[in-house]
């Protein structure tokens, strides 16, 4: 491909048509929610800059979880309930957004449609956008509805009404913002409150379309009249993101569980140990919730995390990360090349070469970013400082990245830290990672025009 004769004006092109809509939608939140913070009626005591009003926004918008102050006691009711709102618009634009471009795909409309958002879906007959979107929120309200009564059934002491309710919408949302400065270490031993808060992690992070695929199984069953006919069941892409979540969870649990409690500094009794680690291992996937101290676990767990955040959620959801489909297709692919197969296998189906581009082009888009990220951050936060004096502080920036970029929110303490300039990075960090797959590879797309002859091919060496 080569650039179109004015690559500018295709740019201009691009964000006065709908794709460029979760980019204005995200925007105008951010802002919003940026000037209320920084009124006095947001704040509990003293003030607080624009920077961090705008990181704070924007890092409820983007349901990322990272804070710069520590959101229980340095905002008001007020404050609290702005950031909530901000982060169900977040999570809510997240999950339109993401469901409707997978609506597109699943009606194969044309590479550009997959991608954006706006009137080709009108011009389907049979899909009705209100009635989407009213599902949609009557989902939501329901999930979220029902995470705020079992919280505060399970510790009505610890989670009031309010404290419920925020809770659960920023689990569900997958912000993991907490009114609690310790976050959930506090129920660490709690099996029912770690239940609720697992449930609503993964709820929000499997995907729209996969929920609405269990309601139509479960109505399926129960309106059967014939008990011997068997159930259409999940589809294939629903099994997938089960299984590779499932499977994503367990492996980082055991590695989490043989890092920090099989010979290591941390004692503690055996099912604490267990639920931690798989609790922990749940919100690595783009909730930011922790019980455990982060900054004071083992390199291993840190590294192991770090690979959990990067792959995120599923599509469709309010997750971030490059998704669970797009790290089982290459494991599916390499897997083919080590056997020697040309064809990547998933659950008896083989993917196809589009799939495969878009999952080999997203991986390296999200290596770039936190390349770049983490080494603008080497420098504004110690560049001038000897190595020997800035032992650990580079893995500490790096998990710092993928954390923003994967919209998670944990941190081993930095955050609050950052210089302004760091803050920015990290701000613009989260937001790319909330909008950057979808926006930027739609708006290079139509910066390039497909040629029209075929370069001759070569082999070269590889390895």
């Known amino acids: 491909m080569r650039f179109r004769s004015n690559p500018g004006k295709a740019v201009a092109q691009s964000l006065g048509t709908p794709l460029a809509y979760p980019l204005y939608y995200f925007l105008l939140t951010i802002l919003v929610g940026t000037v209320l913070l920084h009124q006095p009626l947001s704040l509990e005591q003293g003030g607080i800059s624009w920077v961090d009003a705008l990181f704070t926004a ?51 409309v044309s590479v550009a449609d997959r ?62 913002f907490s009114l609690y400065s310790d976050s959930l270490s506090a129920w660490r031993n709690n ?30 069953k129960l309106g059967r009249k014939n008990r011997t006919k068997r159930c259409k069941g999940l589809s294939w892409y629903s099994r997938v993101v089960l299984v590779t979540s499932f499977w994503l969870v367990v492996g980082g649990a055991a590695v989490l569980f043989f890092a920090e409690f099989i010979g290591f500094h941390q004692p503690m009794k055996l099912n604490t140990a267990i639920l931690s680690s798989f609790f922990q291992s749940v919100t690595c996937r783009t909730a930011g919730f922790n019980t455990l101290d982060i900054g004071g676990m083992t390199n291993l767990s840190l590294v192991a995390m770090m690979a959990l955040m990067l792959i995120g959620g599923s599509p469709g959801s309010c997750a971030g990360g490059v998704k669970t489909t797009t790290f089982r297709a290459l494991t599916a692919f390499t897997m083919a090349q080590v056997r020697g197969r040309e064809q990547s296998v998933v659950n008896g189906r083989a993917l196809d070469q589009v799939s495969l581009r878009k999952a080999f ?14 080494l603008i951050l080497t420098f504004t936060e110690g ?81």
């Not at 709820?203 to 479960?218: H, R, T, W």
């Not at 650990?392 to 993928?402: A, C, D, H, R, T």
């Not at 994967?406 to 909008?435: C, D, E, H, N, Y």
Request: aromatic content about 14%; some cysteine; overall charge neutral.
């Open 58 to 108: 924007t890092s409820a918008t983007c349901v990322t979880g990272l804070a710069v102050v520590d959101t229980g006691t340095h905002f008001t009711l007020f404050g609290q309930s702005v950031i909530l709102a901000l982060i169900q618009l977040g999570g809510l634009g997240v999950m339109t957004y993401a469901s409707l471009v997978f609506y597109l795909w699943r009606k194969r």
């Open 115 to 176: 991608i954006a958002v706006g009137q080709s879906l009108l011009h389907d007959p049979s899909f009705k956008l209100g009635r989407f979107l009213l599902r949609l929120i009557l989902w939501t309200l329901t999930i979220e509805g029902g995470g705020l009564l079992l919280l505060h059934l399970a510790d009505p002491k610890g989670f009031s009404w309010y404290s419920s309710l925020f809770h659960s919408v920023s689990a569900f949302c997958n912000a993991g």
């Open 191 to 220: 099996l029912w409150v770690n239940l609720v808060f697992i449930f609503l992690i993964t709820a929000g992070g499997i995907g729209f379309s996969v929920l609405v695929e269990f309601e139509q199984v479960a109505v399926e």
């Open 361 to 374: 082009t997203l991986s390296l888009f999200a290596f770039f970013i936190v390349t770049l990220a983490t």
């Open 383 to 463: 560049g001038d400082v000897p190595h020997p004096y800035a032992r650990g502080q580079f893995l500490e920036i790096l998990f710092e990245s993928v954390s923003a970029f994967g919209t998670v929110g944990l941190s081993t303490g930095l955050t609050p830290q950052l210089s302004s300039a760091g803050k920015i990075v990290i701000s613009t960090l989260m937001f790319v990672g909330r909008l950057g797959p979808v926006f930027f590879l739609g708006v290079l797309q139509t910066m390039y025009e497909k040629p029209r002859y075929r370069w001759p091919e070569e082999n070269i060496l590889v390895g």
